[in-house]
C-alpha cells in the first residue's frame, strides 16, 4: 500500500508525520510524508520554532510526486493539521489527482481543530475550509468527538454525551460525503469513567471499542488513531476489525508512554504492538 500524507511534522516528538509515517511503515506500507509544517516540537510545550510551510510549497511537493508519474499506485491520501486555510485547498486538489490517476484510491481526514478540554485552537479559517472543502471529498473522516460535535454544531457533544447522539452526528458527517466515519475518544455519558471508547459508523453499521483511559494527555495519539484505522480498513475491508486493531495499538502506545514517564509518544518502544496487534478489546457492533 502506497500512502500519501500531507500533515504536520515535528523534530522532536511525535504528531502529524512524525506521528504517522513509522507505524504505517512498520505495517510495511510505503508512505509519500509531504509536511505542512516544520516546527522543532508540537505546540502542546507553548513555545516551539519553525515554519508554516507556505501553501504553494506545499502544491510544489505534490506537483513533484505527481511528475514521477507514481500517482496511480497511490492507494490513499491522509491528511491531518493543515496549518492555513490555503492548505485545504493543496489538500482537495491532491486528492483529486490522486483518484484520477487511480479512482479505487481514498482519502481519509483527520479535521484536527480542537478537544473538549483546550476548544478550538486553530486558525479560525480553517474549521469552514474543512467543512465547505474538505469534508465533501473524504472517505473516512477521523474526528474526535468534540470535533464531530463542532462539524455538526451539536455543541452537547463537547460533554459526556448519549451513544444515541453520537451516532446521529456520525450520521449528518456521513450525509456530507465520508463513507466511514470514526471518532476518537468517545465520552459515553453511561459509561464508567476509568475507559474510554472509539467507535466506527459506515453505512452498513456502527461498532464501538472500549480501552481503559489513562491518566495522560498523549499528543500525536489522533495522529496515529486515523493512520493505522486508515492502514487497517485498507487491509481488511472491515471497520470492526480495522477499530480492534487500532485500538489495541493505540493503546499499546499509550500505555508504554505512561509507563515509561516521558512526555512524547513511545512508538518505537512499542513497535511490536503496531507492527502486529494483539486485538484484546472486544469490539461490540452497536447498530
Not at 495499538?249 to 503496531?274: K, N
Request: net charge negative; glycine share 8%.
Amino acid at each position: 500500500m502506497r500512502i500519501l500524507s500531507i500533515q504536520s511534522h515535528v523534530a522532536y516528538g511525535h504528531v502529524g508525520n512524525s506521528a504517522a509515517v513509522f507505524p504505517l511503515q512498520r505495517l510495511g506500507h510505503e508512505v509519500w510524508p509531504v509536511l505542512t509544517v516544520n516546527f522543532s516540537n508540537h505546540t502542546g510545550y507553548g513555545a516551539w520554532r519553525g515554519p508554516l510551510i507556505p501553501a504553494a510549497d506545499v502544491r510544489d511537493v505534490v506537483a513533484g510526486i505527481e511528475e514521477r508519474g507514481v500517482l496511480p499506485t497511490c492507494d490513499a491520501v491522509l491528511s491531518g493539521y493543515q496549518g492555513s486555510p490555503e492548505i485545504s485547498d493543496v489538500v482537495v486538489e491532491a486528492v483529486a489527482k490522486v483518484k484520477a490517476a487511480n479512482p479505487r484510491a481514498t482519502y481519509t481526514c483527520d479535521p484536527v481543530m480542537g478537544n473538549a478540554t483546550s476548544g478550538c485552537f486553530v486558525n479560525p479559517a480553517i474549521p469552514p475550509k474543512y467543512i465547505d472543502t474538505v469534508i465533501p471529498v473524504a472517505d473516512i473522516l477521523t474526528p474526535n468527538q468534540f470535533e464531530l460535535g463542532f462539524i455538526t454544531g451539536r455543541e452537547e457533544l463537547g460533554g459526556p454525551s448519549a451513544l444515541a447522539d453520537v451516532l446521529a452526528a456520525a450520521d449528518v458527517v456521513r450525509d456530507m460525503g465520508p463513507t466511514t466515519v470514526l471518532v476518537t475518544s468517545v465520552d459515553r455519558e453511561d459509561a464508567a469513567a476509568d475507559v474510554i471508547e472509539m467507535l466506527a459508523v459506515t453505512g452498513e453499521g456502527a461498532w464501538i471499542v472500549q480501552t481503559p483511559r489513562l491518566p495522560m494527555k498523549a499528543n500525536g495519539s489522533g495522529d496515529i488513531t486515523a493512520a493505522l484505522f486508515t492502514a487497517h480498513l485498507h487491509e481488511t475491508g472491515s471497520p470492526a476489525d480495522a477499530l480492534g486493531r487500532t485500538a489495541s495499538s493505540v493503546f499499546a502506545v499509550l500505555d508504554e508512554t505512561l509507563r515509561s514517564g516521558e512526555r512524547e509518544l513511545r512508538l518505537v518502544a512499542a513497535q511490536d504492538a503496531i507492527a502486529a496487534p494483539r486485538c484484546e478489546f472486544d469490539v461490540e457492533q452497536v447498530r
